[in-house]
């Protein structure tokens, strides 16, 4: 993992439970639902992430903390970016339920530059919209 770095935060409200919400991040068929076209999730300290965004981006890493269903800790990065490569960063969602719904807050830690920064942010605040949408549609 790259130590210091910059960081991107991105916070969504989403209209169901921490239990839903968390089953979208460890779950393959669910997780793909919001974000990608495969992925291979193994939700246990030291499993393998392998998440192919759309057909040309995969991003690559392992869990590092489960601790369901208020936080996951994984680390990231791309197979084809030597910018960030696999395992490079760090990725922490966290879940908190806030009455009937849930405050889920992403932290992606160590990128390497400001180009980087912004295109993760521009990624997570996309995904993240679409699964708070997937949630909160009735």
């Known amino acids: 993992m790259i130590k210091g770095g910059l960081n991107v935060e991105v916070v969504r409200r989403i209209a169901a439970s921490p239990v839903t919400v968390f089953s979208f991040l460890v779950e393959p068929a669910k997780f793909t639902a919001w974000m990608g076209v495969g992925a291979e999730l193994d939700p246990r300290p030291g499993g393998r992430v392998r998440i192919d965004v759309d057909g040309e981006h995969v991003a690559v890493g392992e869990f590092v903390t489960v601790e369901p269903p208020h936080r996951v800790v994984m680390t990231w990065g791309w197979e084809s970016n030597d910018a960030v490569p696999p395992g490079s960063t760090t990725v922490e969602i966290t879940l908190t339920p806030d009455g009937g719904e849930t405050v889920l807050r992403l932290r992606h830690m160590g990128l390497p530059n400001e180009q ?9 605040n996309q995904f993240t919209g679409k699964l708070a949408a997937l949630l909160n549609s009735p």
Do not use: T, V, Y
Request: hydrophobic share 20%.
């Open 116 to 124: 980087e920064k912004q295109s993760h942010q521009a990624g997570w």
